[in-house]
């Protein structure tokens, strides 16, 4: 068994990671110049160059070193019928939901206000909300938003969650469609998004959208940066509808450095770390799978069409 390994930032560790799981194939790191006899059957890769999949005709299937499969599905040289397998889980959901608590938290306990009188040297306390008054609203529920939900419903705070098709989770208010968006915006005091990036998904948080949240709400976007129009985000942040903002991910990283938001005091902004891939672990699901592919049973793969 051949497989290619391809990471731009951290392709020798992923590559050793590889070889050590699987024994016995024939792994390499892709080089495209040194491939091009050498074509693989597998391939695990993050954000390879649109070339890569031109060269490698002979794979069975692709496994994503994350989550969001926007980088492969926005290729254009990736193959409609090949199989691409994105991480499911792997314990990605628990980084993802110990983000979302420490912005929650955050916000909620008034660390944002203290902080700033801190600068200011004023002592000034102010009342805890009831839990009950800060409704979470969660945009996409998958794996990591449901692990998200139950986290901070455990907290005590009520969810509701948004996902393409309504799921049944104990604790967590469901809905979905325009109408169900509609209803988690006006009732929720933070907003979390978990939401891949796809053409159904592109500038969903805007003005119009944003507006529709309650006065002093914030948001927390540990998914995808495209999915917000940040102008949009400033203004409402600006004029004081919005409390604050945590996130995590941008339409270009690293976020540029005279962006205005770096300098918002009431942002949080950090470097796409909400939920890094545990490579172990992520490669305890890679070796099950290809095991199932090579069974004759596939796991379950993206929808290309859905982007997701
Ligand atoms: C990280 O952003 C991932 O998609 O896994």
């Known amino acids: ?73 926005n290729l254009g040289s990736l193959p409609v019928d090949l199989p691409v397998f994105k991480l499911r889980g792997v314990g990605m959901e628990e980084y993802m939901s110990d983000y979302v608590t420490y912005g929650l938290l955050h916000f909620y306990r008034d660390f944002d206000l203290y902080r700033q009188q801190q600068s200011d040297v004023l002592w000034q306390q102010h009342n805890i909300d009831q839990k009950s008054d800060w409704t979470v609203g969660i945009l996409g529920m998958g794996v990591i938003g449901k692990a998200v939900a139950k986290a901070v419903s455990a907290l005590g705070f009520p969810v509701i969650g948004w996902s393409r098709t309504e799921k049944q989770i104990e604790g967590v208010e469901s809905v979905s469609g325009d109408e169900g968006l509609e209803h988690l915006l006006k009732h929720s005091r933070v907003l979390v998004s978990l939401l891949p990036s796809t053409p159904a998904t592109r500038k969903l948080l805007n003005q119009k959208t944003l507006e529709k949240l309650p006065r002093d709400s914030v948001l927390i976007n540990g998914g995808r940066g495209d999915v917000i129009d940040m102008e949009a985000l400033q203004q409402v942040l600006e004029s004081g509808h919005m409390r604050g903002a945590m996130l995590d991910v941008f339409e270009v990283e690293p976020l540029d450095k005279n962006h205005p938001l770096w300098k918002n005091s009431r942002v949080i902004i950090t470097p796409h770390i909400a939920a890094p891939t545990p490579i172990e672990q992520a490669l305890e699901q890679i070796v099950a799978d290809v095991a199932g592919i090579e069974q004759g049973e596939m796991p379950p793969a993206i929808d290309k069409s859905l982007g997701y």
């Open 1 to 73: 068994m051949k497989i290619l390994v391809y990471n731009r930032k951290n392709s020798e560790v992923w590559t050793s990671a590889v070889r050590k799981a699987f024994p016995d194939a024939d792994v390499r790191h892709w080089v495209e110049e040194e491939c091009h006899d050498w074509l693989a059957d597998y391939a695990v890769i993050w954000q390879p160059p649109a070339s890569f999949f031109l060269q490698q005709t002979q794979l069975k299937a692709v496994f994503n070193q994350g989550v969001g499969v926007d980088s492969l599905v």
